[in-house]
């Protein structure tokens, strides 16, 4: 089993000595219960990564930890977005957890119109709403990278509206990427429509009610493709993780790619 993984801000070089605290140092003592002589990794989320030795607890929330090796890991290619309809709450930070472990690079949290689950607008709501929503899938982000022993832990967005959604997508197309709009009717299977080449794949989710004809539309007459990603009807929590384990073995994010 791989030692446990968690975060520092400054990643030492090999044969630097440091501390881990805070919060990551507390759960390194408390809860890991590690002790001087075992293993542990230390990274940065953005790619950094120490392989150290503990030395020595300082206390409840220090460990004393020595750097074996340093390593930076670059993200694979090509880069995926998910642009992930709300879901219902009790599945929300389900869905965060699973694309992290899958290996998404960003999630785009969106309003789509008919998304049960409300972040903004209505009577409902209340003022640092969206902010809270959008504080608990970066928390799900970076726990997921953790237990998954991910080096980056993937960009969390702001609550995105259909029109940020749109602008983001056409970026993506304009740089070389493709936009695959997951859905049950999708004439296109999704293994023929993925571009391994591409310089970026942006995955869209639609939430429990399905997407809306005109935005099923508007994402067409942008240029993105709708894709059927197989025989089973998915859930809006899994479709992602499912998705982007096709795109493991489909481009060179998991090795050699397949196909043109």
């Known amino acids: 089993m791989s030692p446990p993984l968690f975060w520092i801000d400054d990643v030492p070089s090999a044969g630097a000595q440091t501390t881990l605290r805070g919060s990551e140092g507390r759960h390194a003592v408390t809860v890991t219960r590690l002790r001087a002589g075992e293993s542990v990794i230390l990274g940065d989320g953005r790619g950094a990564t120490a392989l150290c030795e503990v030395t020595g607890t300082s206390g409840k929330d220090a460990l004393d930890v020595r750097a074996l090796s340093y390593r930076f890991t670059d993200r694979s290619g090509p880069r995926v977005t998910v642009v992930q309809a709300l879901p219902k709450s009790e599945r929300s930070e389900l869905v965060v957890e699973l694309a992290t472990e899958a290996g998404a690079d960003a999630i785009v949290p969106w309003q789509a119109s008919r998304c049960v689950a409300r972040w903004s607008g209505?009577?409902?709501?209340?003022?640092?709403?969206?902010?809270?929503?959008?504080?608990?899938?970066?928390?799900?982000?970076?726990?997921?990278?953790?237990?998954?022993?991910?080096?980056?832990?993937?960009?969390?967005?702001?609550?995105?509206?259909?029109?940020?959604?749109?602008?983001?997508?056409?970026?993506?197309?304009?740089?070389?990427?493709?936009?695959?709009?997951?859905?049950?009717?999708?004439?296109?299977?999704?293994?023929?429509?993925?571009?391994?080449?591409?310089?970026?794949?942006?995955?869209?989710?639609?939430?429990?009610?399905?997407?809306?004809?005109?935005e099923i539309a508007d994402f067409a007459a942008l240029g993105a493709t709708t894709v059927v990603l197989g025989p089973e009807v998915l859930r809006t929590s899994t479709a992602a993780a499912v998705a982007l384990g096709a795109l493991g073995a489909l481009t060179d994010r998991w090795g050699p790619a397949r196909g043109n």
């Not at 726990?143 to 749109?166: F, G």
């Not at 970026?200 to 939430?207: A, D, Q, R």
């Open 122 to 214: 209505g009577k409902s709501d209340h003022r640092g709403k969206p902010e809270k929503g959008v504080a608990k899938w970066r928390a799900a982000a970076s726990a997921a990278a953790k237990q998954s022993r991910r080096p980056w832990i993937p960009e969390v967005a702001d609550l995105a509206t259909t029109t940020v959604v749109r602008a983001r997508c056409a970026d993506a197309i304009g740089a070389g990427g493709q936009v695959l709009v997951l859905h049950e009717d999708g004439a296109v299977g999704f293994a023929g429509a993925v571009r391994p080449a591409a310089s970026e794949i942006v995955l869209i989710v639609g939430p429990e009610g399905g997407l809306a004809d005109s």
